[in-house]
């Protein structure tokens, strides 16, 4: 759709939009912005002919200019992660001492760095609501697990007294990955999802049905 604001104006050709706008200025000028839009700035009184004339000669940059673009917007989206419900830009460069949180932006040396950066944030939080859900309800695990799952956020193994959470739990929200820590310890006192088992989460937690509406996805 052309734009009607500030003067900007479109047009279609070779099977893509431009952009432009009329300005005091001597010669044509072409660039891609970042939004992956061609944007033209046209002398006044330059022929629309001529314009197009000129983007056919520049076909062949055109077109490279166009794939180097999506092939770094397919890079950008291939390294886009959630870090606690917030979504980051992951920097991978082995000149990184240690993986740091910037804005919008994590910083580490490689992804297996990465993944020790992630199990030791695992270990703290899911420990941390661990023991303080079991001083609330007064059920005790007596060991904790941190696994790759590809079905479960979490699971319990209530007569060994077992915890086992999945580590993309990090990717939700710290209301999310505390809901699943409670959910998991309930089932040390109800193995299955009954209506005391629910109940008693609710005593809880009462807005639990909210944090759970943020599980309905699939896993990837």
Not at 133 to 158: D, Q, V
Request: overall charge positive.
């Amino acid at each position: 759709m052309a734009r009607q604001s500030s003067g900007v104006k479109s047009f279609y050709f070779l099977d893509k939009e431009f952009f432009y706008q009329v300005k005091n200025i001597k010669s044509l000028r072409l660039k891609l912005n970042e939004k992956g839009e061609f944007y033209l700035s046209i002398p006044k009184f330059y022929p629309l002919e001529k314009v197009k004339e000129f983007l056919a000669k520049n076909e062949d940059w055109i077109q490279k200019t166009w794939q180097n673009f999506e092939s770094k917007q397919k890079n950008i989206n291939e390294n886009e992660i959630y870090f606690l419900g917030k979504k980051y830009l992951l920097n991978l460069n082995e000149n990184f001492k240690k993986t740091q949180i910037l804005k919008g932006e994590i910083k580490s040396a490689s992804k297996e760095d990465f993944e020790k950066f992630l199990r030791m944030n695992a270990k703290i939080i899911f420990s941390f609501y661990l023991q303080k859900w079991s001083e609330k309800t007064g059920l005790h695990y007596t060991h904790l697990s941190i696994k790759k799952m590809k079905t479960r956020w979490g699971s319990c193994n209530h007569k060994k007294g077992y915890i086992n959470l999945n580590l993309k739990l990090l990717e939700k929200s710290l209301k999310a990955i505390e809901y699943v820590i409670l959910h998991e310890l309930a089932h040390l006192k109800f193995p299955n999802h009954s209506k005391e088992f629910y109940g008693f989460i609710f005593e809880f937690m009462s807005d639990f049905k909210d944090r759970e509406k943020m599980f309905k996805i699939s896993f990837k």
